[in-house]
């Protein structure tokens, strides 16, 4: 594995030197019998290499979690590679547990980590320790705030557009004369929940959504029971809110619970980013009439692809890499909007839930 690393970066540089020799020269017959494909050459990706790697989640014990390690396990065994290993902290509270898997990853012979940060900007040391020992880095579901040292962000959808469709899901829940609404998040230092926040925020700010005002913003750090209290403070804190807006699939159905156990449906209702199964009940009852999510099973397997991809050498983590990952299809790295530096590939789409599909 380490040599084939290190003869895909010596044929890197031999491109580049081929390049700048002469400029119609962009590719050789070598270079087509290997595989390998630089930026903008399509790849199709293809097994037969080993992989030891590491699926890193925010926390274990999670349904969206388990649905993306199946996902990854799908793609491992069409690859003919390992399972990952799937190894994350028992809580989402403490992001501690995220640094040291990093950080050990460098001195166990791990070929490739796949995380999805919960350590917020904590986790650079990691992630500079994993890549000096030649550790492809690639994020799913929460990104590297900095993006230095990982090589690709699977992002699941587009975060702007997260930040829209839960401004749209408030004013269609809440009707044209809005009110007042509150975000129970997971934990403050989650990335993409911190994004989409921003992108809700950012989304309000447009006068479609001039009715609707966002009173507070608390955090369940992924937990049950304490998303639970939280939406219940919420309450008693702004007693005129109508809706709380959870994007954290623990947090939404902590809340519909909260909500259904004591009483308040026809006062709050409840939506945000939820697991279709764990949300069917609040939905047929109308306390979440409509909530959105995506396939983390898709998400799992086409980061095990794009990591797989890179960890063998037979692509580039760069601008404008295009590459076939197995049943999910083509996909172009770019650079990420969101992020002063890093790279992204955008999965989509996102699925909107009613009463009416909730099946």
């Excluded at 992630?127 to 994020?139: E, K, Q, Y």
């Excluded at 975060?159 to 749209?168: C, H, I, K, L, R």
Aim: a negative charge.
């Amino acid at each position: 594995m380490r040599a084939h690393k290190l003869l895909a970066v010596a044929m890197s540089l031999a491109l580049v030197t081929a390049a700048c020799g002469d400029d119609d020269d962009t590719s050789t017959d070598d270079d087509s019998a290997s595989g390998e494909g630089g930026a903008g050459e399509a790849v199709t990706i293809e097994g037969g290499d080993g992989m030891n790697s590491i699926l890193l989640p925010k926390c274990t014990g999670i349904a969206v979690f388990d649905q993306a390690n199946e996902g990854a396990q799908e793609a491992a065994e069409e690859l003919g590679a390992d399972d990952p290993e799937f190894l994350g902290p028992s809580t989402c509270e403490d992001p501690t547990g995220q640094i040291d898997t990093m950080t050990n990853a460098a001195t166990q012979g791990v070929d490739a980590v796949m995380i999805s940060n919960n350590a917020g900007e904590q986790i650079q040391s990691g992630v500079d320790a994993a890549t000096d020992a030649d550790v492809a880095v690639v994020s799913w579901d929460s990104p590297i705030p900095s993006g230095e040292g990982e090589s690709l962000f699977v992002a699941q959808v587009d975060f702007d557009e997260t930040g829209v469709v839960m401004a749209d899901m408030a004013l269609e829940i809440m009707g044209e004369d809005g009110g007042q609404f509150a975000v129970l998040s997971a934990s403050p230092d989650a990335a993409n929940q911190n994004a989409w926040i921003e992108a809700l925020e950012t989304a309000l700010e447009d006068e479609k959504y001039a009715s609707l005002e966002l009173v507070d913003t608390v955090y369940g750090n992924d937990d049950a029971d304490e998303s639970y209290n939280q939406a219940l403070a919420l309450v008693d804190s702004h007693p005129d809110i109508e809706l709380i807006m959870a994007p954290t699939t623990v947090g939404i159905a902590a809340a519909g619970k909260a909500m259904t156990d004591e009483g308040l449906c026809e006062q709050v209702k409840v939506s945000g980013l939820g697991l279709p199964d764990e949300m069917r009940e609040y939905t047929e009852s109308g306390c979440a009439p409509q909530f959105a999510l995506w396939s983390f099973v898709d998400l799992g397997y086409l980061t095990y692809y794009a990591t797989y991809g890179i960890a063998t050498g037979q692509m580039e983590a760069a601008e404008g890499q295009t590459f076939t990952a197995g049943r999910m299809g083509e996909y172009t790295m770019e650079r990420d909007p969101t992020r002063d530096a890093g790279l992204r590939v955008v999965m989509g789409p996102f699925t909107v839930y009613t009463e009416e599909n909730i099946g």
